[in-house]
């Protein structure tokens, strides 16, 4: 069993950055691929980056690429989306998600979810 908790979004400015976090609970957490979903209302829910724990280099979706970075901490039961230079079009209900077994990073293909968190960028 994988749990996931997401914070630390709210309302910012265009062109300011925001940190969430992913808080992660279960014996098999070390070897799950983590990954990170977001979803604005009426529109469908996209890939934001996603990192396997073994033996790769995060991924990231074109829109966010060079402006967002994922990372990990506290012995790995913790990963992080830093998102800098945000834009309107960024606002949305961000997901943390988890894979037993790595597939892809479609939504279908993950196996764990949270609950999601608002981040709202005015401009």
């Known amino acids: 069993q994988v749990q996931l908790v997401e914070s630390g979004g709210g309302l910012v400015q265009a062109g300011g950055s925001l940190r969430l976090s992913c808080a992660a609970s279960?014996?098999?957490?070390?070897?799950?691929?983590m990954g990170w979903f977001r979803q604005a209302p009426g529109k469908e829910r996209e890939f934001v980056g996603g990192?396997?724990?073994?033996?790769?280099?995060?991924t990231y979706a074109g829109p966010v690429k060079g402006r967002f970075t994922i990372s990990r901490a506290n012995a790995q039961n913790t990963v992080y989306l830093q998102m800098n230079s945000l834009k309107p079009e960024d606002t949305a209900v961000y997901y943390c998600?988890?894979?037993?077994?790595?597939?892809?990073?479609?939504?279908?293909?993950?196996?764990?979810w949270g609950k999601g968190t608002l981040v709202t960028v005015s401009s």
């Open positions: 990192f396997r724990w073994l033996g790769s280099s995060p």
């Open positions: 998600a988890a894979a037993m077994t790595y597939r892809d990073w479609s939504p279908s293909a993950m196996d764990y």
């Open positions: 279960g014996r098999t957490f070390s070897s799950t691929d």
